[in-house]
């Protein structure tokens, strides 16, 4: 899928979320929602999420210049992050609201909540179509798409709360509703804070173990160690490595470094990696006290 393609469902997305976001704040004050307020102010920041994404995308394309060796690639990184920690800001502003709320509560008029947010959840459901449709395993579009599907649910909530008033005069419904929605907004954004966390810490990508894939590696033919073994992700989705392999005495270097290669592309998706590749006899001895600066090294067993 090209980044042109996601630009234009993203825009899709925004037009719908822009629209019904203005007219949402109108019917909020008049009614005196606090739950439609909330997930105006939500849709404010899925509206922002989603221009973030886009910036960021544009930033992305960019060619490597200068001191950038490897372009702008994480400013999508940077977006999900900032669009992780609005989410946790508004969740705890939301919530104080709405504790306030559920002490004195205000009179609402529960026939507008509800009509209000049945209409969000159909838009919502339009724009998160629109997104689904969009490159989900970036985590700059995955953060944009959590921003909208926690205000799909924060509707559907809303709409319950609406019902609840509309029928019983509980007007408690409407904070009640609000502190589901920060659930659920703490949830999506301690997750895109930890990933894009563990991206700018160079972690390894989830689900893949270096001890493994260290061991993997030394069971290479002709490998007899591998030590300073780093993986990370350059931006989501661009796993990198890079090793320093030793080969048995009188083995094929680069016949090693291919093979090598090869497994890395086709068992773990890592078609980036830098891999100095030496005779052991030349580097230096396998001794089995050397390790690499993290107190590493992998062996073949043979």
Known sequence: MSAETDRKWLTVALALIGVFMLGEVVVGLIAGSLALLSDAAHMLTDAGAIVLALIAMRLAARQPRGGYTYGLKRAEILSAQANGLTMLILAVWLGIEAVQRLIDPPAVTGSLVLITALVGVVVNVGAAWAMSRANRSSLNVEGAFQHVLNDLYAFIATAIAGVIMVTTGFTRADPIATLIVVALMVK????????????????????????????????????????????????????????????????????????????LRSRHRITHSTLQVDHAEIARPADPHCADAHGVAYRSAT
Not at 188 to 215: K, M, N, Q, T, Y
Not at 243 to 256: E, I
């Open 188 to 263: 999506a954004g301690l997750a895109l804070v930890r990933e894009s966390g563990r991206i700018f810490l160079e972690a390894a990508p989830a689900g893949l173990d270096p001890a493994a894939l260290g061991a993997e590696i030394a069971a290479t033919g002709d490998v007899v160690e591998v030590h300073d073994l780093h993986v990370w992700q350059i931006t989501s989705g661009q796993p990198a490595l890079s090793a320093h392999v030793l080969v048995r005495p009188g083995g094929d270097c680069h016949a090693a470094r291919a093979r090598i290669e090869e497994l």
